[in-house]
C-alpha cells in the first residue's frame, strides 16, 4: 500500500501559467508596436522617393526650358502643347537648330531638328514621362509654362515665366 511517506513533493520551480500568458502578451505587444513603427518608416521613406522623383524630373524639365529659352531668337506655340524655339547657338544671327517640346499622353518629348530644316532630325528623346500635364502661352514678351507632373497618387505643379526680349543675348565687341 501506499504511505504519505513514501510521495514526495517536489519543490522545483517552474513558470505559471499565468506568468507564461503574461510574457507571451508583453513578446505581443511590443511586436506590434515595432512592427507598425516599421510599416510607417517604410511609407514614409516611399513617400520621400517619390517626392524626390518629382522633385528630380521637375527640375530636368525647367532646366531644358531654361536652356534653350535662353539662346532662342523665335518663339512659337501650336494648341499650347507644342513649343518650337528656334536658336541661335553660335551668335551669328542665324537659326543653328529648331527645338520642338510636345506633350504625347504622358510624356515629354524634345525634338532637335538641325539648320533651320524641320525634316532634318539630328536628336529625339523623351526628357520625363510622368507629365500629367502642360501648356504653353504666349503674351507679348513673355512665355508661360504650366506643368503638372505626375507619380503614382502624388502631383506636382509648377507655374514658371520667362520673360523674352529682342536680344537674346548680349554681344560685346
Do not use: C, P, W
Not at 516611399?46 to 531668337?73: H, P, W
Not at 507619380?151 to 526680349?165: F, G, P, W
Amino acid at each position: 500500500m501506499l504511505k504519505i511517506e513514501d510521495i514526495r513533493v517536489s519543490y522545483e520551480s517552474g513558470f505559471t501559467l499565468l506568468e507564461v500568458v503574461v510574457v507571451i502578451g508583453l513578446i505581443a505587444l511590443i511586436s506590434t508596436s515595432l512592427g507598425s513603427l516599421i510599416v510607417s518608416q517604410f511609407e514614409m521613406f516611399n513617400f520621400n522617393t517619390k517626392q524626390s522623383e518629382l522633385n528630380e524630373q521637375m527640375g530636368l524639365i525647367i532646366s531644358n526650358f531654361e536652356k534653350d529659352i535662353d539662346r532662342a531668337t523665335v518663339v512659337s506655340i501650336e494648341d499650347s502643347k507644342i513649343l518650337t524655339l528656334k536658336l541661335d547657338i553660335d551668335l551669328d544671327e542665324d537659326i543653328d537648330k529648331i527645338v520642338k517640346y510636345e506633350q504625347e499622353g504622358t510624356k515629354l518629348n524634345k525634338t532637335v531638328y538641325d539648320d533651320n530644316q524641320i525634316d532634318t532630325i539630328n536628336e529625339n528623346y523623351t526628357i520625363t514621362d510622368m507629365l500629367q500635364d502642360i501648356n504653353f502661352t504666349k503674351n507679348q514678351n513673355k512665355l508661360t509654362i504650366d506643368i503638372e507632373l505626375k507619380n503614382e497618387h502624388m502631383i506636382r505643379k509648377l507655374n514658371k515665366e520667362y520673360y523674352l526680349s529682342e536680344y537674346s543675348y548680349i554681344k560685346y565687341e
